[in-house]
């Protein structure tokens, strides 16, 4: 029993930290850590292609000759080595990328709160595709705005609708490359629309791309970086081509706007780890990628081939979902009445676990929406447990 | 030549981004990374004291045992056999810490960030001492608080002083052993006092001790955290005590308090590096510190014994100083019609760096302080850095 202190407080928090609320999804993937759950839930990458190898050698050769200074306070910016390796392996299709436009971050989803912080203001309009990445709302609703979604269809989100929404708004968050949630890919056509719209109304675009390299059936499309380096915010991570239990990313964008999130970053954190950024620099400065993603590439391309065979054969004809060209993430769409948060419930009691759609969206949530994730599952449990799901929903048909 | 780009966009920051500024100290840091200056102006560690084997084995060993886990997504709360580490390390006095009130954090200034996060309204009124530790002004200017500077002397934070001030504030911010900037520490008695007066306010206090383990003298003073868990967040790092450029610190604060940080440290980088903490977890677990830690003070302490003397015999009558029992820091307080950011851009032309103490004051600075750090610099440049500053501030009189 605790017994109760006299000195005890009663906390008042700020009002942002009022509306901060525990992840319904957090609570999912607590669960869903159950060797007997076949887990679709999970946004981690296969632990099975991580070069732990390299990574071994890589930081004893770092500590053998560099310790002291891996070991030491470092630049808020980031280990310049690899600040330039970022803007060299950015400088495509023509566009010169420089070191000066690279801020290390401590992971993507650090670089979305600092994204939030220099350029959002209580009330200020934000747009986000629907659905959009749940990390990126809730990094940017501590701060307050005003979420516009911005509608979308199977080729993703829809330039002309942004020329409409996007007077005034301080940013527009996009994930053009197998977005998290849907698996969307958008178009080269889009793609440019979308910047030339921006640049008129001067509104900064943000291309998140943690799964741009992971490109199943071709070369990656253009990045809307290349296509104006004056006008785009583009982030990139190392989590998902090397490991994410590093917490390594990047933001690449106009000196003016580096300048700000660097010193927003001070404030914040100092600096990303060093060592960490060292370590990276030395497994990947030699070409190392180059043979290490086709092997990602590979494995989860035979999965998501598993889980799209497994849907076709397993789901009713009412469902529909869509066929992602990259990434690690499937989108399902169920007949209106079916709510697959409650879906989940008895998913769960069957061992089988997913990502129910709905905090997905930052206005209207539409409940009859999952993601899959097909990449930390081997084909055989795929089948199974999409069988195991399909039963669910065609019981309620 | 830049060509200019038409797509360049007009920046619109956030309010909060705006007020944001290039820190002076950190311009002066940059000038003082030269060889031949003689620094006391870092917040450094020395790299000296820097465990680079042990460090070395335990990566190699947490990676071939563990790798999977070390480099995959872990838990926003921290690896649980460190945080119950914490828990243990500061279960002394008869409190018992939980590790359910540890939160892991990647440094302590993240610490800091997330507190302002949870705890800071835009004109919220906060306490910090006169002077306090520029980061933690930083971090906390983000969240628009209103300061107010409670007065000290050369025992530090005046408790009393709080009883009055503090009606109404959201938190009090104190570094009661070997203060940042100071040197100062608060008597037993006045941390009982001031963890009274917190509680009958329903007052936050936030205890931060980098520096704690690093006294000279004596055994460390009675933590504050122990005299009432309830009402005192504690602040930890193992930047002082192990090596800063990892990026590791904890918060131990009521359960309350950690849901909610924790809530914000998931929007704002998910977690810090799961690596790191397993790798420190391995470092630390069996006592090393206690060996370690002893050889940094007898380092340090003789480097402040040279200071100190250096300064009794080079700096005139009309200086007084600060003489720290631990830490890393002597403040010095000049005649006041001396300004130190004018004292500084003579001393670096003489090669001779420190910080200027204005920036240190949360409301109306005292330009005739300074800050001088003596553990990165040997004994013998310590007393010809002192020789060409006392020089410098004598043809002033």
């Not at 400088?91 to 959002?120: A, E």
Request: a neutral charge.
């Amino acid at each position: 029993m605790k017994i109760e202190n006299p000195n005890a407080l009663t906390w008042h928090f700020s009002e942002r930290a009022q509306k901060l609320q525990g992840s319904a999804i957090r609570e999912i993937l607590k669960i869903t850590m159950r060797p007997e759950v076949i887990s679709f839930a999970g946004g981690l990458p296969s632990p099975a292609t991580f070069p732990i190898e390299e990574m071994k050698v890589a930081f004893d050769k770092v500590l053998t000759q560099q310790g002291k200074v891996a070991l030491q306070y470092g630049p808020t910016d980031g280990y310049a080595p690899l600040r330039e390796w970022v803007a060299n392996s950015l400088s495509i299709n023509g566009s010169k990328i420089s070191m000066d436009q690279v801020l290390m971050v401590s992971g993507s989803q650090q670089g979305l709160d600092l994204l939030g912080k220099v350029l959002i203001d209580e009330g200020s309009k934000i747009l986000v595709e629907t659905p959009s990445y749940l990390g990126a709302l809730q990094a940017f609703s501590l701060y307050g705005p005003d979420f516009v979604s911005v509608p979308t269809d199977d080729g993703g989100l829809i330039p002309d609708e942004v020329a409409t929404l996007g007077k005034g708004a301080r940013l527009l968050y996009s994930l053009p490359n197998f977005q998290n949630p849907t698996g969307r890919t958008m178009s080269v056509e889009r793609r440019q629309t979308l910047v030339d719209i921006c640049a008129r109304l001067n509104l900064p675009l943000i291309e998140d791309d943690p799964y741009g390299a992971l490109s199943y059936r071709s070369e990656p499309l253009p990045k809307m970086l290349n296509m104006n380096p004056d006008g785009v915010i583009y982030m990139g991570s190392f989590s998902k081509v090397l490991t994410p239990g590093i917490r390594l990313g990047y933001v690449v964008a106009p000196r003016a706007l580096v300048d700000k999130m660097e010193q927003a970053k001070q404030a914040t954190d100092l600096h990303t780890a060093q060592l960490t950024q060292m370590v990276v620099h030395e497994v990947v400065k030699d070409g190392f990628l180059d043979t290490h993603i086709p092997t990602i590439r590979q494995l989860y391309s035979d999965q998501c081939d598993a889980m799209l065979a497994a849907l076709t054969t397993y789901f009713p004809s009412s469902a529909t979902w869509t066929r992602p060209e990259g990434g690690m993430f499937i989108w399902v769409t169920l007949p209106k009445h079916i709510d697959t948060m409650k879906l989940l419930d008895e998913a769960i009691k069957q061992h089988v676990a997913f990502v129910p759609g709905a905090p997905f969206f930052a206005n209207t949530p539409q409940s009859n929406t999952l993601r899959l994730s097909f990449v930390t599952v081997p084909p055989a449990k795929i089948r199974e447990g999409i069988e195991i799901l399909g039963k669910l929903i065609a019981a309620k048909l």
